[in-house]
């Protein structure tokens, strides 16, 4: 009260900035939007950029709906059909996605499940007929409760759940459908055919297009995935892992560790994985992978390399903790640690390149047991070492971080078996060696050194070199070397 007596008294008004401030929101309101509508332009286009496919389905999408919609603008199809054309409209709305896989996943699913339901509910009206007008909707009612029943609760098994859930759910609805609404509504054969035809129409519209226009396949998605993740913690190993730490201090200061957080996104990729994996089942082959393609390995490959960036996430947290650890003990376990960290870098490179090119991986066996004659070395090392008078809480660190990477090398071991694994279930190409094979050296002169004997036996230090010549030929066509025959000896006599 005293405050706004204070502005009575100097002629303001109380109100006036509650004007003001909305005078200026309105007077910036022009120039906020343009920047709102700038802002999510950019992001439009970034996003786009990022994937073009994401483009692509967009237009697919629209392709096939304006395609299904002639069910209902053609008029000898709306005849035909009549009001039920819209289900084609609904199921590829429904159905379309962005991969092949998960569009034959929805599409199939769908069909065989309205084509199920409907003749289950066809036969249920059918049965429940013969109960006469009263019996009737109670048999209705039961068949609904129970099939709704067991369809809800096979929901709950695993495999059902990941692979028919969205089936089971339309085989539900359909058939609630088809049951209730025959209690009703005359025709119900004809109406079945209809939605079951529309349907099918929507379906195999999504199928074709997402097949036969710019197919986005998930198995691809998912061999890109796992590759991509062996590279991402094979370039923090390699690069700047262990090695940084266990690098002695210049000048007295200490060498600081570069960042690379890209291994943290290999942390979440699970169920990335398992989603695509489950619609790669549904695709059939292409490309360089044929149908029934081992897809259960990637998951397996992909469940080792998620356990190895964990280890490397408690790697880093030590890493780049603010403890001093004696130079001595750093002295004792650096070259062999740089050297456990580098070549599993390099044997996770070197398979992750094998499963981008789908080759034998067998390049990464030598970097594997480099990395494995390490740790035989650290422990070498450890036993010689006199750690009697060390300080035990001071060495604990670089100890800890000696450990994980000892854990590491047996992780990228389990990784180099598992992708080994998939090279043969997948039949990666064998690259053979193609080295040429040593060409023996060739002798200019061939001779033999014998003894002189005098003539009263007496053995003689004088002796005779014998030397065959040998004329070198020239190269032929097919590059094989011709050999001339040797000509005549000549005796040299050394006194």
């Known amino acids: 009260m005293e405050f706004i007596n204070d502005q009575l008294a100097r002629g303001e008004h109380p109100k006036a900035g509650v004007f003001e401030r909305a005078w200026s929101w309105v007077k910036a309101l022009p120039g906020n939007f343009k920047n709102k509508v700038t802002k999510v332009a950019k992001n439009t286009i970034k996003l786009g950029k990022d994937d073009p496919r994401r483009v692509i389905h967009s237009l697919k999408v629209a392709v096939a709906l304006t395609l299904v919609s002639l069910l209902y603008y053609w008029r000898a199809l709306y005849d035909g059909l009549g009001v039920a054309g819209m289900w084609a409209v609904l199921t590829v709305v429904v159905v379309f996605e962005f991969t092949v896989g998960a569009t034959l996943s929805k599409g199939l699913n769908r069909s065989f499940a309205t084509l199920l339901a409907g003749a289950l509910g066809i036969g249920a009206n059918h049965l429940a007929s013969l109960f006469g ?138 169920n990335t994985e398992e989603s695509w994996a489950n619609f790669a089942r549904w695709e059939p082959g292409h490309g360089r992978f044929k149908f029934r393609h081992p897809w259960k390995q990637y998951l397996k490959t992909g469940a080792l390399v998620r356990q190895c960036a964990y280890q490397i996430e408690t790697l880093n947290s030590h890493i780049n903790s603010d403890v001093q650890v004696p130079q001595e003990f750093l002295q004792i376990i650096q070259a062999s640690c740089i050297t456990m960290s580098t070549e599993s870098g390099k044997a996770l490179k070197a398979l992750g390149t094998a499963i981008k090119t789908m080759k034998d991986p067998k390049s990464a066996c030598q970097h594997l047991e480099n990395s494995k004659n390490a740790v035989e070395e650290l422990h070498i090392a450890l036993k010689a070492a006199s750690l009697e008078d060390a300080d035990i809480l001071a060495i604990i660190p670089a100890a800890t971080i000696a450990s994980i990477l000892v854990e590491i090398v047996t992780c990228v071991e389990k990784i180099s078996m598992s992708v080994y694994e998939l090279s043969q279930l997948a039949d990666f190409k064998v690259v053979e060696a193609t080295v040429s094979p040593e060409i023996k050296p060739q002798l200019l002169h061939k001779g033999s050194i014998n003894p002189i004997l005098l003539d009263d036996g007496d053995y003689n230090p004088h002796v005779v070199i014998r030397v065959d010549e040998i004329d070198m030929g020239s190269h032929q066509e097919d590059d094989k070397i011709s050999r001339q025959t040797p000509k005549g000896p000549k005796q040299i006599e050394e006194v």
Request: hydrophobic letters at 45%; a neutral charge; glycine letters at 10%.
């Open 133 to 270: 007008e009263q019996g009737e909707p109670i048999i209705l009612g039961v068949l609904v409760f129970l099939l709704a029943a067991a369809s809800t609760f096979s929901r709950f098994f695993p495999r059902i759940k990941e692979r028919y859930d969205y089936g089971v759910l339309i085989f539900i609805l359909t058939f609630s459908m088809v049951t209730v609404s025959g209690y009703r509504v005359e025709g119900l054969l004809q109406m079945a055919y209809q939605r079951l035809i529309t349907i099918l129409i929507g379906g195999g519209t999504c199928i074709i297009l997402s097949i036969f226009l710019c197919p986005v396949w998930a198995g691809e998605d998912l061999h890109s995935l796992i590759a991509s993740n062996i590279d991402k913690i094979a370039n923090y190993l390699e690069g700047i892992g262990g090695g940084e730490y266990f690098q002695l201090p210049k000048d007295g200061k200490s060498t600081k560790v570069t960042q690379n957080n890209g291994y943290k996104s290999v942390l979440n990729s699970k």
